[in-house]
């Protein structure tokens, strides 16, 4: 069973930094072969990309209007993903979710929701003006 936790959602002004983790430990996978990614989901929109880093490190891939201010990282040895949040503003306020991908060491970077298989509970992170 896979389970995957986030944590490190909160309050915040705008312009503040945020960062977020989620915990793969307890999940029955191998997380060091499979790519991980972040979504997220505002009140009455649908879930969309953020972030997300191949099996091996090697690649990331960022929503547009994220670049440049979010970072995402992966510590194999821990079985943590990280989701690093600067210069926030009140349209990154959401909930946040961690994903594992479906396929084993897949060659790119995945983006669509359709590619991961595994969600976390989700993180509320909410930035005000």
């Known amino acids: 069973q896979v389970q995957l936790v986030e944590s490190g959602g909160g309050l915040v002004q705008a312009g503040d930094s945020l960062t977020l983790s989620c915990d793969a430990s307890g999940a029955a996978f191998p997380f060091s072969q499979f790519a991980m990614g972040w979504f997220r989901q505002a009140l009455g929109r649908e879930r969309e990309f953020v972030a997300a880093?191949?099996?091996?490190?090697?690649?990331?891939r960022y929503e547009d209007s994220v670049k440049g201010r979010f970072t995402i990282s992966r510590d194999n040895a821990k079985n943590t993903v990280y989701l690093q949040m600067n210069s926030l503003n009140v349209e990154d306020t959401a909930v946040y979710y961690c994903?594992?991908?479906?396929?084993?060491?897949?060659?790119?970077?995945?983006?669509?929701?359709?590619?991961?298989?595994?969600w976390g509970q989700g993180t509320q992170v909410t930035v005000s003006s």
């Open positions: 880093t191949k099996w091996n490190d090697e690649a990331t």
């Open positions: 994903a594992k991908d479906r396929q084993r060491r897949r060659s790119y970077v995945p983006t669509r929701t359709a590619d991961f298989n595994s």
